[in-house]
């Protein structure tokens, strides 16, 4: 079992920017995948984007050439630069830990609006 804490959340108008961040404490991050993923009214969680042990990275078609997903094993921190975003990227987002896949945070919530 893992704690998983995203914070970075807000609201922004379109073409705005935000970086989220989540904190893993009960395991190392080294040697796992890790994952953001957002969830919108009534709907199952998506995934996002999700970075390998050797920081290699896929992105969801929706956020690709817009999103950034990075980690710094070492202070156990998950990163999503999130650019160019859009009304349709209003959700709460998560973080997962591939090890501990049915453990979840609270969620940051995301709000993109004019």
């Known amino acids: 079992q893992v704690d998983i804490v995203e914070s970075g959340g807000g609201s922004v108008q379109p073409g705005g920017s935000l970086r989220l961040s989540c904190v893993i404490s009960g395991s190392r991050l080294d040697g796992y995948t890790m994952g953001w993923y957002r969830q919108y009214p009534g709907k199952q969680r998506e995934e996002v984007a999700r970075?390998?042990?050797?920081?290699?990275?896929t992105y969801g078609d929706s956020v690709k050439g817009r999103f950034t997903i990075s980690r710094d094993n070492f202070k156990r921190t998950v990163f999503l630069q999130m650019n160019s975003l859009k009304p349709a990227d209003t959700a709460v987002y998560y973080c997962r830990h591939f090890r501990y896949a049915d453990d979840w945070g609270q969620g940051t919530q995301v709000t993109v609006s004019s």
């Open positions: 970075i390998d042990s050797s920081a290699s990275s």
